[in-house]
C-alpha cells in the first residue's frame, strides 16, 4: 500500500535468511492475540527493518481489520477478494500464497510488512473439515519463506484442523494470557491440544514454546492472583514467562481503527510505547532475532 524510505532505525538490515515461523495462540478469547500479533509485527518491520509477513488464521478476522483498517478490509470482502480460506478449497487452490498476500507497507531498504487476510468463510472451512488438508499451510507457506524473515500467524481460541496445521507449520508459539478470573483454563487446553498433536502426528516436529506473555494487565489484587497461577503451570511444563509484560491502554483500540501500532498512535503515553518496545525486542530475541 505504500513505499516509503523506513523508519530511521540505525539497527541495519540483516543477512536474508529463511523465515521463522512463530504464532500466537491461546485456547481463551479475549486475551489480545490479534492486537499483539500486529503490534509485533510491525515493532518487527517497522523497528528492526524485518521482511514481516503476518497470517490470519481466525475467522473472526480481527488482525486483518487491524492491520488494514476497517475501510480496505470492506473493500476486500465486497470485492470478493481472495483469503486465506482459498488455500484449503477443495478446487481453484491459489498457485501460491503471493496470489493472496496483501502488501501493507513496503520500505525502499527491503523490509515490508504484508498480510494474508482472513474472513467469515474460514469458519465454514473449520466445520467443514476436521483432519483434512493440516498440511497445506506449511506447504503455502515454505513456498514463501524465503521471501521473509519472520511469519507472524494469528491463531482462533479453539481447537479445530487449524490447531493441527499451525502446530505442523510453526517453528514457535507464543501464549498471550490476560491475568484475570481463571486464566488457566487456556493454557490447560492448548497444553491438552499440543499433547494430542504428539500422539496423532509422532513422527511430526512439534513447535517450541517461546514463552507466555502477560498482557492488557494492571495492578490488582486478582491480576496478582492470576499471576502465581500461570506461573506455577509454566514452571510444571518448562516454559519460558517473559519477562516485559503490556499493561493495558486505550490506544491499542485506537491503534487499531487508524490502523497503527501503538507505538506510531498520537496519544499514546510514550511509556506505554517504551513498554511495547520492550517486549517486542524479547519477542523477537525469543524467536532467534
Known amino acids: 500500500m505504500t513505499d516509503g524510505s523506513g523508519d530511521g532505525s540505525p539497527d541495519p538490515r540483516p543477512p536474508k535468511r529463511r523465515a521463522v515461523v512463530t504464532a500466537f495462540m491461546n485456547m481463551k478469547g479475549g486475551v489480545g492475540k490479534s492486537t499483539m500479533a500486529a503490534n ?3 515493532f518487527a518491520a517497522y523497528y528492526r527493518n524485518l521482511r514481516v509477513l503476518l497470517v490470519d488464521l481466525d475467522p473472526q478476522f ?14 476486500i470482502i465486497e470485492e470478493n477478494a481472495e483469503t486465506v480460506n482459498a488455500i484449503f478449497r477443495d478446487e481453484d487452490r491459489p498457485s501460491s500464497l503471493i496470489d493472496i498476500i496483501k502488501e501493507v507497507v513496503n520500505w525502499r531498504d527491503g523490509s515490508c510488512l504484508h498480510l494474508v487476510p482472513a474472513s467469515l468463510d474460514l469458519a465454514w472451512t473449520v466445520r467443514r473439515y476436521v483432519t483434512a488438508r493440516t498440511q497445506v499451510l506449511r506447504n503455502y507457506l515454505n513456498d514463501v519463506r524465503e521471501e521473509y524473515d519472520i511469519i507472524i500467524i494469528d491463531c482462533a481460541p479453539t481447537e479445530s484442523f487449524l490447531s493441527t496445521a499451525i502446530y505442523q507449520a510453526t517453528d514457535y508459539i507464543f501464549v498471550p494470557v490476560k491475568p484475570e478470573f481463571l486464566p488457566t483454563i487456556g493454557l490447560a487446553l492448548l497444553l491438552q491440544s499440543i499433547e494430542q498433536h504428539k500422539r496423532d502426528h509422532p513422527d511430526e516436529p512439534v513447535p517450541e514454546m517461546g514463552g507466555i ?3 492488557d494487565t494492571g495492578e490488582h489484587a486478582e491480576h496478582n492472583r492470576s499471576r502465581a497461577q500461570v506461573r506455577a503451570i509454566a514452571k510444571e511444563n518448562g516454559w519460558y514467562v517473559f519477562k516485559n509484560e503490556v499493561s ?7 491503534g487499531a481503527r487508524a490502523g497503527k501500532p501503538i507505538f506510531l498512535t498520537d496519544n499514546a503515553r510514550s511509556w506505554k510505547k517504551e513498554e511495547f518496545n520492550r517486549f517486542g525486542s524479547e ?3 525469543r524467536a532467534g532475532f
Open 62 to 75: 480481527n488482525l486483518s481489520q487491524y492491520i488494514l483498517g476497517p475501510k480496505v478490509y470492506s473493500n
Open 283 to 285: 519477542f523477537l530475541e
Open 213 to 215: 506473555v502477560f498482557n
Open 248 to 254: 493495558h491502554s486505550n490506544s491499542y483500540p485506537a
Open 40 to 42: 509485533a509485527g510491525w
